[in-house]
């Protein structure tokens, strides 16, 4: 009989059985052509009966002049999996490849995925979002390089907003914004609105958020960010932009496009910024939900924690409250959605 936490591992991993369109998988590895070349792609959270990564690199074998190619995929419980490899061939026959029996079921942090991993020069894949962590630090601890699918909400995570921080980790070049269309399995519940049935009968779902995340760079990723905003007219043209935090020594900007381009103080930014992010433009200096991550955070004075009592305020608040905090133009606190610091580099 199954475990109860096996069931429950069982149910979250269908929840998360994302199949991704042939067309972003496209628009995404284009950028990276170059780089795979000679390379081993591990697929290690794709069925290849399913998986558009395994059609796409199948189809792309001999143009980008891979290696080889293997995919893995998790049967629920404890059902073995088995692992496909090609090494060339039949580009167009995508059943074509080695296909070996696992003694596991092939979860990817198992023993023998992790073997395989080893072997592989770069990870492409859609991950399971609710095991992201995990996945990402496997990729972090053997060193590989990546191109994978995740929440945009995910660069917070405390596990993953230091690789941002120190330039391990960054978006993908193709998707900034909207929402994606995914597959998913025939007894998927379509309960939500944006799924649907295709013309060919497939379910799938529309996901908000959605980002590529890699740590292979691409010549997109270097171009400057150009706004129209200047803090030097904020008196006379933008008097409601860019107020001071009463606890972290940094401006407040609500929008990425509303960027000052002449100042050079540290920034609270939306997490959006980083679809728009220049490594040799700016530097990125913390998270405002994660206090570890900033420079010397200043203690919220008991005057404000006041103020924001006699506003109506309620809940927990304290002087040592995390997060960034400002006084608006009437007057009221204000504690803004979570915010990236960042800080204008030299000479830019």
Known sequence: MAKNSDLGNAKTAKKDEFYTQLEDINSEMVHYESQFKGKTILMNCDD???????????????????????????????????????????DEDFEVGLRTELTQNG????????????????VVTNPPFSLFRDFIGILIEYNKDFI?????????????????????LWFGASIHSGDRKFYVPDDYP????????DDDGRKFIRVKGVRWYTNMDYSARHKDLETTYMYSKKDTLYPELYPQYANYEAINVNKTNEIPMDYDGVMGVPITFFDFYNPDQFEIVGLTSLADTMDKPVMLGQEFVNMYRSQGGTGHFSTNMYGVWYIDNDGKAVKPYGRILIKRKAGN
């Open 148 to 168: 994978i699918i995740g929440n945009v909400n995910a660069l917070t995570y405390k596990e993953v907003f230091p690789l941002v921080k120190n330039e391990k």
């Open 190 to 197: 379509l309960n939500a609105s944006g799924c649907g049935i």
């Open 107 to 122: 979860d990817f942090r198992s023993p023998e995925c992790i073997e395989l991993l080893k072997e592989a020069d770069i």
């Open 48 to 90: 290849p009966t399913w998986s558009n990564f395994w059609r796409y690199f199948h189809m792309e074998f001999e143009r980008l002049g891979l290696k080889k190619i293997i995919a893995t995929h998790y049967e629920y419980g404890e059902v073995p999996s088995y692992k496909m490899e090609y090494e060339g061939g039949n």
